[in-house]
């Protein structure tokens, strides 16, 4: 018989990382709505408090509209039915503060600036490796 003494690797965990601030929520069967996040149409995971109150608003009248018209419905009745359904995976890109560029990613800025520069990522890792023997080096570099 096995025994496991550490972590098992099918448990329901469930972890969520805001790539705008870095802030995680993990917990057992934790859901985005419980860690306060929202996930847009392209996978941007975003903090609650990195979208406008108004946005939210705005989105979620949205969501009840199409919810009403799908099942018939005045907006009245489709609000109290619509209360408790989570709607948080399905943020439109319209909305998110990532894919709408005002508040862009790393990775993002990066790509921009290996185009206009027209350098491309190999190049610049080999540049890199032979100026830099660590991290530490490269980040005293760039102060």
Do not use: W
């Not at 903090?47 to 018209?69: G, P, Q, T």
Request: with cysteine; hydrophobic share 30%.
């Amino acid at each position: 018989m096995k025994i496991r003494n550490s972590f098992v690797s099918n448990s329901s965990s469930s972890s969520f990382v805001c790539d705008i601030c870095g802030h995680d929520e993990s917990g057992y069967d934790m859901s985005i709505e419980e860690a306060n996040m929202y996930s847009c149409e392209n996978g941007h995971i975003i903090c609650e408090d990195h979208i406008d109150s108004e946005v939210l608003e705005n989105f979620r009248k949205e969501k009840i509209e199409e919810y009403a018209k799908d099942n018939d419905l005045t907006f009245a009745e489709a609000e109290d039915e619509y209360e408790g359904y989570d709607d948080r995976y399905d943020f439109p890109s319209k909305y998110c503060p990532c894919c709408t560029l005002k508040v862009p990613l790393d990775s993002d800025v990066l790509m921009f600036a290996l185009k206009k520069l027209g350098i491309n990522e190999e190049n610049i890792v080999k540049e890199l490796q032979s100026m830099f023997k660590n991290v530490d080096e490269l980040k005293e570099y760039c102060k």
